[in-house]
Each structure stands twice: as C-alpha cells, then as structure tokens.
C-alpha cells in the first residue's frame, strides 16, 4: 500500500521524521490552541485490523467475543483521555487500483496454500507470522464499533481520500493508519497504528515537513515524486529506467543507504535541480517520459489533490473535467477554480466526497450505442472457458441479469442488459481455481457494461456547472457517467446505508454493478468442499435480481420493501429473506425458532442442502457451539484450547462466516427484516468453541458431551437440528453421518475443475427461469425455483 519503497526509506534512511508522541498530550495541546473543540482522530480502519485482532487464535474462524472486547478497550481508551474517534472503511475498489488489488489477492491464495500446508503437516496454528485476518474481519468490525457508539463511514471512493480529506477539512487532531500516501497528503499529521502502545498512548508521528526537509523538496512535490516512484495508481515499472538515469546522474549516492533509498534521493534530486528549473514554463509530459502514460500519470497526480489544493506542477489550468477507465478526474481541487471536483455533503456524517470519483461515476457505456442493434458482444475471451449463462431472464422482457468470472482477480461484475439493446453478455467461468468464482475484468478486456440510464440522476454524480468542452488539446474522453438503477430515491437510500455503514455490498451492487469476492481460508487441495464463494454464488445472485428488479415473476418492489413502513410489510420483507435462501417452505418452522438462532438455522439449512459432503456430525458441531456460547464469557474462550487442529474444521469455521457476511447483504438488500445483532459472530460462533465441537463430534462423542452435560441445551439441540433436518428434507436433503457414506460420495466430491463439475448453461433442468442452485461439485442439483410467494 502507499508509495513504493517510502516506508522502508523513512525507517532506515531518515529516521528522524519519525517522532514519538503522546496522544493525551497532543489532545490537551489541541484543546488549549482551539477552545470548544473535541480532539479528533480520524482512523483508517482498514490500516488496523491486524492491529485490533489480538486474539492469539486466528486460525478456526475467528475469536469473536475475545475481538470485540479488544475493541471496546481500544474505544475506551481514547474515551477516557477526551478524543473522538471518527471510523472510515473501504467502500469499493477504484478501478485504477484494480490491478493492484488483484495482485495482493493472489499473493494471499498463495499465503493460504502455505497455512493449510502447514496445518496438514504439523496439525496446529502456524505462528504469527503466516497471520491470516479471519474471514469477514472487515465486515464485521464496522457492526462492532456502531454497537460500541462510534461514528463510523464507508467510504464512496477509496478510503484514504476522504480519511485525508476529513482530517484536512475538519482540522482533526491526525490520521491514525498505516500507509505512507498519508505522508503524502497536505493533510493533518499521520500517526502509525503499528507503533501505537495502547496503555501509554505512545505512538510515532511521521512529519511529512522533515520529509521534504531531508529530500530537498517542498510538500507540493510529493505527488510528483510518489508517481515516479509508483503507487497504487502509478505501477511502479512504468517509471523504471528513468529512476536509473537519476540515480546514474545522482553525485551524493550513499555508500550506507540500500538502493531503494538512494533512487528517492535521486529522484528527488532530479525534482528539486532539474524539473523545478521549468516549472510553470514546460509541461510534464515535455519534462518526463509519460509516452502513452500521460493521462495515468496526470490522473496519479491529481488523486493527491484534496478539496481546495492546486498542484504547480500542472502548466496550465485544464479547460475541461477529463475521464479515463471510468473515471471523471480534474487537475485541480480549488473551489474557486471551473474546474472544482464536484461535491457532495452527507448531511449526517458530514463529510465531504468529490463525486466524480464516486462509484456511481465508473461506468461507460460504449458497448453499443445504438439502441436498434442486435449485437451480441462476448465479454470473455479465454478460450478455456466460454460458458454462457443467463442468471435472469423474463418471457415477455429481454432484460437479464449476467455475470463475468475471472478467478484471478475475485471480483463480480453484474451485467444488467436493457429489453431494447437486446445484448447478452456470457459468463466466463473458470474450473480451475478452487479459491474463488470472482468476477471482474481480464487486464487485457477493455470491459463495457450496457446499462440502464436516467438523466436525473446525474444530479447526484456530476455537477452542472462543470463545462464539458472539448478535451482535445489533453488526448482524453468524455463519457457518460451512469448507474445500474434508475430509481434516483432508491439509489440515494442505498447510498445513505452505505456511508452510514449500516448495509453491506447494496449500493456497490446498485451503483456500479461490482462487488469484490476477497480472499479466506480454503484448502484448494481439498476436493471435498466445493469453493466458498461458489456455495454462495446462488444467493448473491437473487439479491442481483432483488436489487435490480429484473426477474421472471417479479420481485417485491424496493420501495416497498425500504420506504413502507406498515407493519405487514415486515413479513414481506422476511418473505423475500427466506426467497434469497429459497427456504420459503420453511417460514413457519424458522419463526418458531428464537433469537438468535433463527438466522443461523436459515444459513444452516442453505448449506447442508447446498453441499452434500456435509454430514450429520458437522451440524452437531455448528449447533453445539453455539447453544454453549450464550453461557461462556470471554475468559472462557481465551482459556479454551483444542486438542489439534483439523484442515477440514478450519474450513467450516471459515464457510460458516462467510454466510454470516452473506446475511448481512441478504438482510440489507430486504430492508432489514432481522436485526443484525442475530447474526454477529460474536453472538452466534466462536472458533476455537467450534473447533473443539467438531474434534469431539468427529471422534463420536454423545450429545450430552458436546452440550458439557448441560439439561436445558440438550432441548434447544433437538428442537435446532429437527428444523435444520425438516428443511432439508423438504429439499430431498436426507442428512446422515459418516458411518452411512458410501463409497459413491467420493466420486461427487469434487471441485471447479474435477470430473464431477457440471458446466451446463446454469439453467435448471426444467430450462427455464434463473439458475436458483448452481450444478457445483459438492452441490445439488434441483428442479426450477421461483420467487415461490412472487
């Protein structure tokens, strides 16, 4: 993350940017120089997780209780000295940095093959430094910090922007985070989480000044130079042989500095000797060898900008907004300037997000422009795969919801095709990876999504005044800025939800048509379990045609589900939560069941119908622990150690909080119909609880012995596990034990790739309507489902 090489450069090289401070001394200071005003933190959350997760088991799920109490003294402790914390997480990945992301997630499926490797061979926890963050960490670390009381956001755009920009505007006390684009921000001062000591409240404070100081630069010329350098933006290859003309030409090379360190200065020698001789007089692209990369790199520079900051790097004012990969970018943030980034305040949260770089604002429709075309345009050329699939389509209406799959790169890509282009896009399914079904984009297809439009929504992502004129003279593209909902009051509640961050993937899913399938710990060795975003794929597929209105038979109306608030609509509302599950049969039996264990015997029943290899012994597990987790406190947990670790336990622990995350979406997309305490981790699953559940289960303990001897359980578990195994029932799901297994069980365990695979259209057998349940390895196939009720 951040700006390649800095972190280690300010480590090693100049450690006297780098101050230790006092939070409580810096808090009375602030209150002292601004009377009336709260010290504020602004806090990257997504830069703390491994921070927060203290908990030495990560490995069986998560330690649920034993986090979310580490978060309560986290909170605590800043409370009780006078400072406000202010919590902002990643909303979505922007597309420029898509590449990037892509490469961390397949250094992660890497990581994991290494931890299941380790598992199987040594039969326990790797140490600390193979540490994974459990599944759902980031998803459920938002639910932790509103339950606790703290005002926490989802950002519109990548986070570190408006972490920057509401430290600036807000003249907060610093950033806390872990990325070194904070020390390129004209912001407020950036604190490092790493070197944060809770009990004393010391930490580091990186000076972005004493930076420029030692490189001879000005706070202006850091873009410039975390450019050349590369970023997240800037791939750091672009920029290689003219960092080694610098460092060639560089007379004051440190014999004791790496190389790394040595093209910093060099580089910003050749900034602050060379480039600013011209500055205002010459344009970059006459100064540096941006070839082809002119518009990236203009595009690199100009993220840095926050609202209100000019860049002198940029000869002249640009005459006009410019757009590149989906994206509406400006040179300048000067709110005096005709080229301002337009604004958009949430009057809740108050802060501040430049909406041309808002995911409603990331689409293109280039693909077909003419609305009589017939054109069929293939989204996937990988000539492995060319499988289509239409999740959704109507009898009297051409409209479908599709989807794209690159296991790559793990990201979803909703296409929603209009009646009137008539365009169908294929899904690409790959049979290799195990680790996801992720949807996105191939570096090399230039992806183009025919969308839905409506004019009155550009009110929301663009701004009027901006003048739109011929982006000639800068070699650049205007393209229309769209959204996959034309429903303007619909959209701005989903878009409410999300910066609040009370909903979970919603607005991502309505704005742009994206949603991110991140990695978690699953054996892709194992040939037993089907993926764990494949398991889930049915499900986020029907909230697909929930969000974007787009079935055969209808779906309830989302202003019916968001905006009535009579009390029968409640039960449409859970009507179309069980739809999702396609447990509508089973409403009765679910209502019966108390808090909160109906949204675990719901996400219960959908996998033991949706995998076959599960077995009796594995939902004892899962019902056992967490009918003995409302009697245990967090101690208990801390001091429960299993006996071994088992691979295939690690797996179901993982499996089981990803369909906890996958409620969350379910549950937000239907308006809320539970409350979503009833399906927090730390109310319904412990992983080391688990894990001892499953050893014992495994080995054929007694119920009683699962349940620790308790009378009052022993009731709970038979009334849980006869609504699990009705449910199933009803879905010809008849769940046994291993003693039962049959030897044929083995030649249907099998994954994307193996013999088992079905790679059929993804229609039911009865050819028509949307593929409810896929025809996965180690899943069922069943007769067409509809929206039962609708």
């Avoid at 972005?208 to 975390?226: H, I, M, N, W």
């Avoid at 004892?620 to 001091?639: D, E, M, P, W, Y």
């Amino acid at each position: 993350m951040g700006v390649r090489g800095l972190q280690g450069f300010v480590g090693s090289t100049c450690p006297h940017i780098c101050t230790v401070v006092n939070f409580k001394e810096l808090a009375e200071h602030h209150r002292s120089k601004y009377p009336g005003c709260t010290p504020t933190i602004v806090v990257d959350a997504m830069c703390c997780l491994r921070y927060w997760y203290t908990p030495d088991s990560w490995i069986c799920g998560g330690q649920w209780r034993e986090y979310f109490s580490a978060l309560r003294d986290f909170v605590k402790t800043f409370t009780a000295v006078g400072i406000k914390l202010i919590f902002f997480f990643d909303g979505m990945v922007e597309q420029d940095k898509r590449d990037e992301w892509v490469k961390r997630r397949l250094k992660n499926n890497r990581e994991i093959s290494r931890i299941f490797h380790y598992i199987k061979s040594h039969k326990e926890q790797p140490g600390r430094n193979m540490f994974f963050i459990p599944s759902g960490l980031a998803v459920f670390t938002r639910f932790a910090l509103k339950t606790l009381g703290q005002e926490t956001l989802c950002s519109l755009q990548e986070a570190d922007y408006e972490v920057a920009s509401y430290g600036l505007q807000h003249n907060c006390l610093g950033i806390l985070g872990e990325d070194t684009d904070y020390l390129i921000y004209d912001t407020c001062p950036y604190f490092s989480i790493s070197e944060l000591c809770l009990e004393s409240l010391d930490t580091i404070m990186l000076c972005r000044e004493k930076l420029c100081e030692s490189l001879g630069l000005c706070v202006a010329d850091l873009p410039l130079l975390a450019c050349l350098l590369g970023n997240d933006i800037i791939p750091e290859g672009m920029f290689e042989s003219f960092r080694y003309k610098c460092l060639s030409s560089y007379t004051s090379v440190k014999e004791n500095f790496d190389k790394k360190g040595n093209i910093i200065l060099a580089v910003s020698d050749h900034i602050s000797k060379v480039l600013h001789l011209y500055q205002g007089e010459k344009k970059l692209e006459e100064l540096l060898p941006l070839g082809p990369n002119k518009a990236l790199f203009y595009k690199g520079m100009a993220s840095y900008l926050l609202p209100g900051q000019k860049s002198p790097w940029f000869f002249q004012k640009p005459k006009n907004v410019i757009t590149l990969d989906k994206q509406v970018i400006s040179m300048s943030s000067d709110p005096e300037s005709r080229q301002e980034v337009p604004m958009c305040t949430d009057p809740e949260s108050r802060q501040e997000a430049p909406m041309c770089t808002d995911p409603e604002s990331r689409q293109e429709v280039s693909m077909c422009t003419d609305p009589e075309s017939r054109q069929e345009v293939p989204m996937c050329t990988d000539p492995e795969s060319r499988q289509e699939v239409p999740m959704c389509t109507g009898p009297e209406s051409r409209q479908e919801v599709l989807m794209w799959t690159d296991s790559e790169s793990r990201q979803e890509i909703i296409m929603y095709t209009g009646h009137e282009s008539k365009q169908e896009v294929p899904v690409c399914t790959d049979p290799i990876s195990k680790q996801e079904d992720s949807m996105c984009t191939h570096p090399e297809i230039n992806q183009k999504l025919p969308i839905a439009t409506d004019p009155e929504f550009k009110l929301i992502c663009t701004n009027p005044e901006i003048k739109q004129e011929d982006p000639a003279n800068m070699g650049l593209e205007i393209k229309q800025q769209v959204t996959m909902v034309s429903d303007t009051e619909i959209l701005k509640v989903a878009r409410a939800h999300h910066v609040q961050a009370e909903s979970y993937l919603v607005y991502n899913i309505m704005s742009s048509g994206e949603i991110e399938c991140s990695n978690t710990l699953e054996d892709e060795l194992d040939q037993a379990l089907p993926s764990q975003a494949f398991i889930y794929r049915p499900i986020r597929q029907r909230v697909y045609s929930l969000l974007l209105e787009n079935c055969q038979g209808g779906t309830p109306s989302l202003r019916i589900l968001w905006l009535n608030q009579e009390p029968e609509i409640q039960v449409r509302r859970l009507d179309t939560l069980l739809a999702c599950f396609n447990l509508a049969s089973s409403r009765e039996e679910l209502q019966a069941v108390e808090s909160p264990f109906q949204a675990l015997c719901c996400l219960l029943i959908y996998l033991f119908v949706q995998v076959d290899t599960l077995c009796l012994e594995d939902l004892h597990a899962f019902i056992a622990q967490a009918l003995c987790l409302q009697g245990k406190s967090t101690s208990q947990l801390v001091n429960l150690q299993p006996d071994y670790i088992n691979s295939r336990a690690v797996q179901l622990g993982s499996l089981l909080v990803r369909g906890l995350t996958t409620l969350v979406l379910v549950n937000s997309a239907c308006g809320f119909p539970w409350k979503m305490s009833d399906f927090m981790p730390w109310n319904v699953f412990d992983g080391k609880l688990f894990h001892q559940k499953y050893l014992q289960s495994e080995k054929g303990y007694a119920v009683e012995v699962l349940l620790e001897q308790n009378r009052s359980r022993l009731t709970k578990f038979h009334n849980l596990k006869a609504v699990v195994c009705k449910a199933c029932m009803k879905e010809n799901r008849r769940i046994t034990g291993r003693v039962h297994w049959g030897s044929h069980h083995a030649g249907r365990w099998g994954r994307q790739g193996s013999g088992s695979h079905r790679t059929g259209s993804g229609y039911s057998r009865s050819g028509q309507g949307q593929p409810w349940r896929d025809q996965g390895p180690g899943s069922r196939q069943y007769e067409h489902d509809q929206w039962r009720r609708y």
